[in-house]
T-cell receptor, first 120, second 112 residues
Framework: GAVVSQHPSWVICKSGTSVKIECRSL??????MFWYRQFPKQSLMLMAT?????????EQGVEKDKFLINHASLTLSTLTVTSAHPEDSSFYIC????????????????FGDGTRLSIL | KQEVTQIPAALSVPEGENLVLNCSFT??????LQWFRQDPGKGLTSLLL?????REQTSGRLNASLDKSSGRSTLYIAASQPGDSATYLC???????????FGEGTQLTVNP
């Protein structure tokens, strides 16, 4: 169980295009999802925390208007990179934490397979 | 600000060897620590999660230890196999929330 699906896995597009990435929890509900960015041979950097039904919480230095996050249901969060430019090229990974009221906050995050974004 | 460091950055060993990956963190007030595996171009697979009150966790050939007071964790891999080749990341969850802070990983290559 605890499968997170991320789509698309790879996208190449022209500069100026907006790109939407989907993150779905397939077999569990996730009130909270996380979006990370990873540059080659570097670690994951948290971009924002996505909360179902409310506004996302962005990390310092991450542009809210550039990286639009929508978490409209308990199983889906989307990240839209607006007017993407070559410097936005990166590996984007989402994760989701199972929401079960009776459980403690020790639930692990389950990660998607990532989306490789290449902006030409 | 929590900082996580992993040593070594890369490691190459012959098949069958036992090995240890190291992770250190600057703020000992952690909620838990997690070890992940990442294959090239893929997401993360959780290997072991150690609660702050625990000292170690084991899963098959993997054993992770946690010394919270000294800010260290180790991942021990016994009898390494070529299929173990991947990048191993450790991440700490801070007490105050759900944030995970990641190290930069150790790239492991196990040679047949």
């Amino acid at each position: 169980g605890a499968v997170v699906s991320q789509h698309p896995s790879w996208v190449i597009c022209k500069s100026g295009t907006s790109v939407k990435i989907e993150c779905r929890s397939l077999d569990f509900q996730a009130t909270t999802m996380f979006w990370y960015r990873q540059f080659p041979k570097q670690s994951l950097m948290l971009m924002a925390t996505s909360n179902e039904g409310s506004k996302a919480t962005y990390e310092q230095g991450v542009e809210k208007d550039k990286f639009l996050i929508n978490h409209a249901s308990l199983t889906l969060s989307t990240l839209t990179v607006t007017s993407a430019h070559p410097e936005d090229s990166s590996f984007y990974i989402c994760s989701a934490k199972r929401t079960e009221k009776l459980l403690s906050g020790n639930q692990p995050q389950h990660f998607g397979d990532g989306t490789r974004l290449s902006i030409l | 600000k929590q900082e996580v460091t992993q040593i070594p950055a890369a490691l190459s060993v012959p098949e069958g060897e036992n090995l240890v990956l190291n992770c250190s963190f600057t703020d000992s007030a952690i909620y838990n620590l997690q070890w992940f595996r990442q294959d090239p171009g893929k997401g993360l697979t959780s290997l072991l999660l150690i609660q702050s009150s625990q000292r170690e966790q084991t899963s098959g050939r993997l054993n992770a230890s946690l010394d919270k007071s000294s800010g260290r964790s180790t991942l021990y891999i016994a009898a390494s196999q070529p299929g173990d080749s991947a990048t191993y990341l450790c991440a700490v969850k801070e007490t105050s929330g759900s944030r995970l802070t990641f190290g930069e990983g150790t790239q492991l290559t196990v040679n047949p």
